[in-house]
């Protein structure tokens, strides 16, 4: 894929334009992605509705029996979106540690080391999750430690 940009002081709004023979997974998913790149919020789903999540209030996002669940410090929403999805749109703030879970380092409240060789990550909503050590390079690297 070639990306091309072109700088035009003249243009008042951003323009995307893709070039393509046909329309495949990558061109599907990456129109996904500028259409919801200005968004902060993901769509989370309730027994009473729909709710708009702010990224600000969530705590992590992850995926359990085929479902993608979102959590807040009070509360637990689903989304339809495919956490691989998700994860394009998150902050920096996000990072990925493991397969099926990211986390907002903004609410990490302490590691425990002493588990065996892994790391237990415990939320300041209480949620604790383990870090995989294949992601263990990257979570110290966006701690700085």
């Known amino acids: 894929m070639k990306i091309e940009i ?8 951003k323009v995307v334009k893709i070039y393509t023979n046909k ?16 968004l902060d919020k993901i769509i ?3 027994e009473k509705g729909i709710k708009l999540l702010s990224y ?8 359990l029996d085929k479902k ?4 807040t410090k009070d509360e637990e929403y689903t989304t339809k979106t495919p956490l ?8 920096k703030k996000f990072i990925k540690i493991s ?3 990211v986390i907002n380092l903004d609410y990490v409240e ?20 383990y870090l995989a050590r294949r992601r263990m390079k990257d979570f110290k690297e966006a701690l700085g430690i």
């Open 56 to 63: 600000s209030s969530i705590y992590r996002i992850y995926s």
């Open 44 to 46: 989370c789903y309730t």
């Open 6 to 13: 072109i700088l035009n002081s003249d243009i008042k709004e």
């Open 99 to 101: 397969r099926s879970e």
């Open 23 to 38: 329309i495949d997974d990558e061109i599907k998913s990456l129109e996904k992605y500028l259409q919801n790149s200005s």
């Open 110 to 129: 302490n590691l425990d080391l002493s588990f065996r060789g892994t790391i237990e990550v415990k939320m300041k909503n209480g949620d604790v999750t």
């Open 84 to 91: 691989q999805e998700i994860e394009i749109c998150l902050p």
């Open 68 to 71: 993608t669940i979102v959590r």
